[in-house]
């Protein structure tokens, strides 16, 4: 029998022992060699595209010869005005593509040994660099569409007369969302925090390709889809999956690993950074197959090609 990808070598190529062997002016080299990659490490001026400069290496900067801007390797990208070394946040990197059901920011903080709150933001700005993958993407192919409900869980009154009926909308907390999840089979997966999961009808109609052959469940808001596309309805309540392909695993599989990041590294997400979580165990499921060390260098080539967070940066420096 086959061997399980994550069981065999081949998807075990970085660890946190070579990255500390190997230090921080290796890490640094990793970091220009992903930040300016068609140059493949020498840096280029984020000002005026300039190659030629000048190193001022006491402080890992550099000077552009034609317009005199100053830079470093992190400035203008999601990491700009880092408090970290290199090695740890290729170390931070590497842990949080090996966890397979997300990265707690407790856990992330104690395993790299630095404050919460820099955990968090850490954790943060590097779903938000992930999720930069997909932005504009559109799917096409063979599509599964579901939604899933999160959050807002009302507990019950400890005496039964004083229990309310949550089924009546006033009675149901505000704080629960939908994750409305697009699939291509053997493709990518987008994510979408709405509060019905009718919105997912409109979304759909902005991100597949014309094409496209969708499937979803019985709900009667797909029936507007079956006027753009073909639909493979599967009724849940009859079967999960039929002979011709009318299933919707794909999108199940995601889900269950959302809900296992939520239920087993968070316990608690808020209804305001669900879109987060939502997009890191997205991108988790699509890279499922590649090796941690090639997830971890596509994670910092993209966070090193995006720009300062509007969210994230000075997060707690606003929160006070
Ligand atoms: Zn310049």
Redesign the pocket.
């Known amino acids: 029998m086959a061997q399980h990808f994550l069981l065999s070598a081949a998807s075990r190529t970085l660890s946190l022992k070579e990255i500390y062997k190997d230090g921080e002016e290796a890490a640094y080299e990793t970091f220009k060699r992903l930040r300016w990659q068609e140059t493949d490490g020498t840096p280029v001026?984020?000002?005026?595209?300039?190659l030629d400069?000048y190193e001022i290496s006491t402080r890992r900067k550099f000077k552009?010869?034609?317009?005199?801007?100053q830079f470093s390797v992190t400035s203008g990208t999601i990491f700009a005005s880092r408090k970290l070394a290199f090695c740890d946040i290729l170390a931070a990197i590497c842990l949080f593509v090996n966890g397979a059901k997300g990265m707690s920011a407790v856990q992330f903080s104690r395993d790299l040994d630095v404050q919460y709150k820099t955990a968090w933001v850490m954790a943060h700005k590097l779903r938000e660099a992930l999720a930069a993958e997909t932005t504009d993407a559109t799917l096409d192919g063979d599509v599964e569409i579901d939604g899933a409900y999160f959050g807002g869980h009302v507990s019950p009154e400890n005496r039964k007369e004083d229990r309310k009926d949550r089924r009546e909308k006033e009675n149901q907390s505000d704080r629960r969302r939908v994750v409305i999840a697009l699939r291509q089979r053997k493709g990518r997966t987008l994510s979408f925090v709405r509060h019905r999961e009718a919105e997912g009808v409109a979304i759909a109609r902005t991100r597949l390709a014309d094409k496209t052959q969708l499937f979803a469940d019985e709900a009667t808001h797909w029936d507007a889809l079956e006027l753009h596309y073909g639909v493979g309805r599967i009724n849940h309540s009859l079967a999960y999956s039929e002979l011709d392909g009318r299933h919707t695993n794909w999108v199940e599989s995601y889900f269950s690993r959302l809900r296992r990041m939520v239920g087993g590294q968070h316990h608690h997400v808020s209804a305001r950074y669900l879109y987060q979580y939502a997009n890191h165990a997205a991108w988790l499921e699509d890279h499922r197959r590649r090796s941690n060390g090639a997830n971890a260098h596509a994670l910092l080539g993209g966070a090193l090609n995006h720009p300062v967070s509007r969210v994230w940066a000075g997060y707690w420096q606003r929160a006070q």
Do not use: L, S, V
């Open positions: 001026c984020p000002k005026c595209g300039c400069h552009c010869a034609a317009c005199h801007h």
